[in-house]
Each structure stands twice: as structure tokens, then as C-alpha cells.
């Protein structure tokens, strides 16, 4: 593979993560030995000391490399990007969770891909041979499934995968699709494809297995599968 001379901004935003955000850390680093890239983590408050890790982390590794950016309270995913995004100095943009649900190992993958593509969006895709899921119910499993056919039998956005939020972006293209999206919470994932489809933009997508949180709560709930249902119908009426 050619020489990779790009910078990239990786975006986590965190909420009561104090014990995966030093391991995703840990992990990102391992993976990308060969790459510049910097951690950018968007903490909504957390009452659990994530901020207190995180400045160890900067400790450790370079408040050049890790950089927190606090928010004072939980203020939704989409702004949380927003928000990372203003303080990105890369020209690509990686979105993961740090709950390690999105192994770091597949971040090369994502790298290679668009550098072989020339893509302007790299998603991960649990949808498609070499993807899965591991550490989830029956139950959840069906449900994530069902509301992805629903989504792609409604909106027929191109992609396998609507509802991941392991992406790479390039910046400018990142900045263009934020400002046109409204949603706020989990919604936020699926209008940004939806629209950075429906704008024409290179997509391309890599095989990874979501694996459920080790530690902590999911944040997911009966409220935002509702949300989500509302935003299924948004999207449909407005792109």
C-alpha cells in the first residue's frame, strides 16, 4: 500500500466510560502504528471520573494525540460529532463508539479501503459476508435486523448497514451531511447515510462484528426505538 501521508481525527464521544476508554485507547494506538491520527473524546458530564482517565490518558500519550473536549451535560450524539468535529484537525474524520463495541483492529481496514476507493464515506457493516454481531439476545438481534429492513425497504439508501455508527468520513464531505441532518439521537446515524447517499457521495463498506459492551449500561431504550420509528418516517417524507 502506498504511503499513507493523511491525517486522521478519530471522534469518541463518551458518557460513564471510564473503564473502555482507556482500553479503546490503548487499542487505537496499537492499531495504527503507522498512521498520524489524534483522539478527540466528547464527554457529556460523565459522574463516573471518565474526564479524570482521559486526562491520564493525555498524561501518557500527549494532550496533542488526546484531546478532551467536555460538555457539561449529556446533549445528543449528533451534536457530540458537531462538536468533535470543530476541534478535528485531521482531513478524514473516524466516528466509533468507546464502549469497544468497535474493535480498533478494523480501523485499517477502513484506511485501506478508502485510499483502494477514493470513497468519501467508509462504514461499517454488520450486514454482509464477514460481518456479524456477537453478544446479543435473540431479541436484539431480531430487532436491530428488523428495523434495518425496515429502513432499507423504505428509504433504499445503498448501504447494508443503516444504523452503525463505526464510520469514516472525509472531512469536508462529514461537515456538508452534519449540517443538513436534524436528528439528534440514534436517529442521527441512519439520516447521515441517508443523506450523504442522497447527495451523490462515494460510499463504501467493510465487513466488522459489533460486539456487545463489556462494561457499563447500554444507553439503548424503549425511547429510542421510538425515536427511531419517527425518524424512519422523517427521513421518508424529506429525502
Not at 441532518?181 to 441512519?190: A, D, E, L, N, T
Request: glycine content about 10%.
Amino acid at each position: 500500500m502506498e504511503k499513507n501521508k493523511n491525517k486522521y481525527s478519530l471522534i469518541i464521544p463518551t458518557y460513564n466510560e471510564r473503564l473502555n476508554i482507556a482500553l479503546i485507547v490503548y487499542l487505537v494506538f496499537k492499531h495504527l502504528r503507522d498512521v498520524e491520527f489524534e483522539i478527540i473524546v466528547v464527554d457529556d458530564g460523565s459522574p463516573d471520573g471518565t474526564q479524570d482517565v482521559v486526562k491520564q490518558l493525555q498524561r501518557v500519550y500527549g494532550e496533542d494525540r488526546i484531546l478532551l473536549r467536555a460538555r457539561p451535560r449529556k446533549l445528543g450524539l449528533g451534536t457530540a460529532y458537531s462538536h468533535g468535529l470543530k476541534h478535528a484537525s485531521g482531513e478524514f474524520v473516524i466516528i466509533m463508539d468507546a464502549d469497544l463495541s468497535h474493535h480498533p483492529k478494523y480501523l485499517p481496514s477502513f484506511i485501506k479501503k478508502q485510499m483502494e476507493t477514493g470513497a468519501s464515506i467508509v462504514t461499517g457493516t454488520r450486514y454482509v459476508k464477514g460481518g456479524g454481531v456477537h453478544g446479543w439476545t435473540l431479541m436484539r438481534k431480531l430487532t436491530s435486523r428488523g428495523a434495518n429492513v425496515l429502513a432499507q425497504t423504505l428509504l433504499w439508501p445503498g448501504v447494508s448497514d443503516l444504523t452503525g455508527s463505526f464510520r469514516l468520513y472525509r472531512r469536508s464531505i462529514l461537515e456538508d451531511v452534519i449540517s443538513s441532518c436534524v436528528s439528534k439521537g440514534y436517529v442521527f446515524q441512519m439520516e447521515m447515510i441517508v443523506r450523504a447517499s442522497r447527495k451523490g457521495y462515494h460510499i463504501e463498506e467493510v465487513p466488522i462484528t459489533f460486539v456487545d459492551r463489556v462494561y457499563g449500561i447500554s444507553k439503548l431504550g424503549g425511547s429510542e426505538i421510538v425515536e427511531y420509528l419517527k425518524g424512519l418516517v422523517y427521513l421518508l417524507l424529506t429525502t
